[in-house]
């Protein structure tokens, strides 16, 4: 996957690029039907999905709203330039986002803001009856995981987690795999976020990567909230680009789930070292002590027996990798190195590179759409991702990645905190389900639809 630096070098490509592929037909050509949708924060992330709903026949933009005016304006263009039609427009402050919620003509929202927003607003837009997509990560705090299946079940509207790694094209083909019991027996997996966010944590206030050693009041986009959860929390702040997929993998909430889990952090020493060599000993940032562990390692335990081990590695030079490894009793796929081995396939103890297996099992969804997403982000992976979240709401049914993911997933953040802040003192995860994961039955993901 592309760095997020080279994400944002090729968007102004990409969205050139969208602007001239021809609309994806879904069927829906009666204006009447089509998926009205409300954007609430339209920053780096929203613009994407913008973007990417917008090159879609069946969606209609409705409204946006954002609390940045030049976000507004960024957006407004971006619809002009599609032939859209003007849509509502909220920024008059923090809360005007319910005033969006309020519109008949809203069927569906993208929330796509700060962290700390993202329960206050899933909640908000569940009660008003919006078919809710949700960035990642989903909630916060322990109490927040519960407040959106709370608010899920009491509403019965739905909450998608917008958890676009579900979607990577390695990540379906080895999903393909695990379903066909290529792996056997699961047994062990291994990911997590392993992604030098130096340049996103600090900037100048001005370009929202990769210059300056600024953060919150003084910084922009993610740089003005991110960091700051650096600065006071040692956790796994960012879990579910890694937990996600092997949640998929291992059936967690229909069937298995995460029982408990254990979580270690080094010393933090990356970001101010990274503030005195960019900015200088004497910028006054560089006294800061932050408080997140420059690499936090978790281990989950699940009710079927596996070990996930989950790390968060932000703060220091590194490539990027989301460290995949599954595992089971004929084999195992590691995503550094592109390395496959199958017991009776693979010569004996030697590694096959991954690439003809990931062919062979590509799956379904991108054999049938990958053309056409390769263009829409993060190598195409924000295409399905956005697609499932419009074909599950035109439909009105329980997305892929629900509220009892949303919950089980984040809950790895305020876990690996209590646990960190106790020695390593293993920590249980609470029954989102409320016991119904030993009935709910594994999503279909092996479907060519979306
Ligand atoms: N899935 C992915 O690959 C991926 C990639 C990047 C970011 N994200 C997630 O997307 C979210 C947004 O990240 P970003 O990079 O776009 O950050 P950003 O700071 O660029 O954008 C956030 C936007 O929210 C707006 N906002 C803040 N408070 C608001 C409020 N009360 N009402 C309306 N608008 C408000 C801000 O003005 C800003 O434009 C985060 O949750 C982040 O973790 C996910």
Not at 249 to 271: Q, V, Y
Not at 349 to 358: E, K, V
Not at 378 to 399: Q, R, T, Y
Not at 430 to 436: A, L, S, Y
Request: aromatic content about 10%; overall charge neutral.
């Amino acid at each position: 996957m592309d760095s997020r630096r080279n994400f944002i070098k090729k968007t102004a490509i990409v969205s050139a690029g969208l602007a001239m592929t021809p609309k994806l037909s879904f069927g829906m050509g009666n204006s009447k039907q089509k998926l009205k949708i409300g954007m609430i924060g339209v920053g780096y992330r929203g613009i994407n999905h913008l973007n990417n709903v917008l090159n879609r026949d069946d969606v209609i933009v409705t409204a946006i709203c954002d609390t940045d005016p030049k976000r507004i304006e960024i957006s407004l263009d971006a619809i002009a330039k599609k032939g859209g039609k003007k849509p509502k427009v909220f920024s008059k402050d923090e809360y005007d986002y319910r005033n969006l919620l309020e519109l008949k003509n809203v069927d569906a929202v993208i929330i796509a803001t700060p962290w700390l927003w993202h329960t206050r607003m899933a909640k908000d837009a569940m009660k008003a009856g919006k078919y809710t997509g949700l960035e990642v990560s989903a909630a916060n705090t322990m109490e927040e995981c519960w407040d959106l299946v709370n608010v899920h079940e009491e509403t019965g509207t739905h909450l998608m987690i917008l958890e676009n790694v579900n979607y990577r094209r390695d990540v379906m083909a080895v999903l393909n795999m695990v379903k066909q019991n290529v792996f056997g027996e699961l047994v062990h997996f291994r990911c997590g976020y392993q992604h030098d966010l130096r340049f996103v944590k600090f900037n100048d206030g001005k370009t929202g990567y990769g210059k300056g050693v600024e953060f919150g009041d003084k910084g922009t986009s993610e740089a003005a909230w991110r960091t700051q959860h650096s600065l006071l929390r040692n956790a796994d702040v960012y879990p579910t680009h890694g937990a996600g997929p092997i949640a998929a993998m291992c059936d967690i909430n229909r069937g298995n789930r995460f029982t408990s889990l254990t979580s270690t952090a080094t010393k933090g020493i990356g970001l101010h070292d990274y503030i005195q060599k960019t900015g200088g000993k004497d910028h006054p940032n560089a006294k800061l002590k932050f408080k997140q562990g420059d690499v936090i390692t978790s281990t989950i335990e699940t009710a079927n027996g596996e070990s996930i081990i989950v790390t968060h590695d932000c703060n220091l030079p590194r490539p990027y990798s989301l460290g995949f490894r599954v595992q089971g009793s004929n084999g195992l796929w590691e995503v550094d190195g592109n390395r496959m081995y199958i017991e009776g396939i693979s010569d004996p103890h030697r590694w096959d590179d991954a690439s003809n297996w990931l062919k062979k099992y590509d799956h379904p969804l991108w054999q049938k759409y990958g053309e056409h997403a390769q263009g829409a982000g993060h190598g195409g992976m924000d295409w399905f991702v956005i697609n499932s979240f419009v074909e599950s709401a035109k439909l009105n049914i329980a997305p892929p990645m629900d509220a009892y993911d949303a919950a089980a997933w984040s809950a790895i953040t305020p876990l690996s905190e209590l646990s960190i802040e106790n020695n390593g003192e293993p920590q249980d995860f609470p029954d989102f389900t409320r016991g119904n994961w030993i009935k709910r039955a594994p999503y279909n993901w092996m479907k060519d639809t979306y």
